[in-house]
């Protein structure tokens, strides 16, 4: 019997305990696989030092495995996502400019911790401690874990819904990398820039085409259409945008656990077949 090709399915978006997923980068790659990922990248949150171990699995596995990073943005006081694709994790600016994105989130997530013990939730800074994998990479989601053990909320989603989303009582602003910034770590590493879940900002429309404007300007290529984070409508509308700003067009789920994820590896649809695909040059 022949060997069967397996369907392409691309997966471009995800997390380890690098960051706030809840699994080891080997895990989470064998999920990928097992869901029917074949093109596949780990983009943990401000950092790169799963890379090594999600390639060698994936490749073991016998998935095509592009590196990958999330990094966190502050960008007309929100945060933003930008994803890097492609990029040589071993690169020393990019390195060097994600210790630096991460350095404030020790002090950050102390001050959660008091704004949660003043809201009636003590002891929330060393509980989300025991939650993170990477004691570097604390994180918001590492304090939503905590308080639904300790009882005070029933969901992840809805401690965010009540405390933690960026409007709520327990956030903390912060200062994250500047844009152009993020982008030329990404570039300078060999890597395309990808702006994460457009749907999930809250700008006016004017701030949205001066986003992308920017971003363009910088040198990013790239925007995230099929994601997680997207309701169906919200597909057509950051296709139409890939269209009109000539951006390559990437697809992943976001998973972080299989509990709090709302997307699984392997469901989402494929792009939509006139868009360019963000793999086009780098596999
Ligand atoms: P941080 O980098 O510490 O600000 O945490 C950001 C992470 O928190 C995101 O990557 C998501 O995993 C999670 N997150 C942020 N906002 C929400 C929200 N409104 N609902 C659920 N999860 C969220
Ligand atoms: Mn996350
Ligand atoms: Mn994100
Ligand atoms: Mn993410």
């Given at each position: 019997m022949p060997k069967q090709t397996p369907t392409f399915c691309a997966d471009l978006h995800c997390h380890s305990t690098i960051s706030d997923?809840?699994?080891q980068p080997e895990v989470v790659a064998e999920r990928a696989h097992s869901y029917g990922v074949t093109l596949w990248s780990l983009t943990d949150h401000d950092e790169v030092s799963g890379q090594q171990r999600a390639r060698v699995r994936a490749e073991e596995l016998g998935m095509t495995y592009l590196s990958g990073v999330e990094i966190s943005v502050t960008w007309a006081n929100q945060t933003v996502h930008i994803v890097g694709l492609?990029?040589?994790?071993?690169n020393v600016t990019l390195v060097q400019g994600l210790r630096e994105t991460r350095a404030g989130r020790a002090g950050r997530a102390r001050r959660i911790g008091e704004r949660l013990a003043k809201l009636g939730m003590p002891g929330a800074f060393e509980g989300a401690l025991t939650f993170a994998?990477?004691?570097?990479?604390?994180s918001r989601t590492h304090f939503a874990r905590f308080l639904v053990e300790a009882g005070h909320c029933q969901t992840v989603q809805s401690v965010f819904d009540h405390y933690?989303?960026?409007?709520?009582?327990a956030h903390e602003p912060m200062q994250w990398a500047k844009l152009e910034d993020a982008v030329s770590w990404i570039r300078g590493a060999g890597g395309v820039a990808v702006i994460a879940h457009p749907g999930r900002y809250h700008y006016t429309p004017t701030q949205f085409g001066a986003l992308f404007d920017t971003f363009k300007d910088v040198g990013g290529q790239a925007i995230e259409?099929?994601?997680?984070?997207?309701?169906v409508p919200q597909y057509q509308e950051y296709a139409q945008v890939a269209r009109h700003y000539d951006f390559l067009a990437s697809c992943g789920s976001?998973?972080?656990s299989a509990k709090e994820s709302k997307i699984e590896f392997g469901s989402l649809p494929p792009l939509p077949a006139d868009l360019k695909p963000v793999w086009k040059d780098l596999i």
């Open positions: 997923g809840i699994y492609g990029i040589d994790p071993e994998g990477n004691p570097e990479l604390i933690l989303s960026d409007d709520g009582p259409v099929i994601t997680g984070s997207h309701t976001d998973f972080h």
